[in-house]
């Protein structure tokens, strides 16, 4: 794959992300949005490298205050370190390697724990930076224990996703970067 062709990909990891972000519930204190989703489905589909790359261009656009984050919020720089949701973005792009990594191995399996294995990453990001602010019982029983049933729905719609994607393709494994 040339370098272009990269570049676009990493974009459209990036783009689809932002898009996660604006299919958000509100919670408290942390929304749950589609942006985990996306990161189970780009690591997927670009394999870990231009996966993270992609969640690193998120990144990117959180701290230069794009409105890409959920809601439409506005925290660049400084002020998105300090939000309750440093953390858990900061985690895509750990998670979307691993994904990618991993979920690139078999048909449904592999993707799925996969999926449940990048999820974890986004908490072990996520809870530490929210209790950082609400204490340790709080993070996990507010920023952990009511996300887990959806981490587990996330993982298994991208993994069906990308099953019946590779099974349109003809191969039950994929091979790639």
């Known amino acids: ?44 589909f670009a394999g870990p490298r231009l996966a993270a790359a992609g969640a690193g261009l998120y990144l990117l656009m959180v701290l230069l205050g794009l409105p890409v984050l959920a809601g439409g ?3 660049g720089g400084a002020a998105f370190f300090q939000s309750l949701t440093a953390g858990y973005v900061i985690g895509f792009i750990p998670a979307a390697f691993i994904i990618g990594w991993l979920g690139r191995r078999g048909a449904f399996l592999w993707p799925l724990l ?6 974890a990453a986004v908490f072990a990001f ?3 930076v929210l209790a950082i602010t609400l204490g ?9 224990l009511p996300f887990l049933p959806g981490a587990v729905a996330k993982s298994a719609v991208a993994a069906g996703v990308f099953a019946v ?3 349109r393709r003809g191969t039950g494994r994929v091979n790639g970067p």
């Open 114 to 119: 996969a999926g449940l294995a990048g999820h």
């Open 136 to 144: 340790w019982g709080d993070a996990i029983a507010h920023g952990l």
């Open 165 to 167: 994607w590779q099974k």
């Open 126 to 128: 996520g809870v530490p």
């Open 1 to 44: 794959m040339n370098l272009t062709r990269k570049v676009l990909v990493a974009v459209a990891c990036a783009a689809a992300i932002t898009a996660g972000a604006h299919l958000s519930i509100p919670m408290v204190p942390v929304p749950t949005t589609g942006q985990t989703l996306a990161v189970a489905l780009a690591g997927l």
């Open 73 to 75: 919020e506005r925290l």
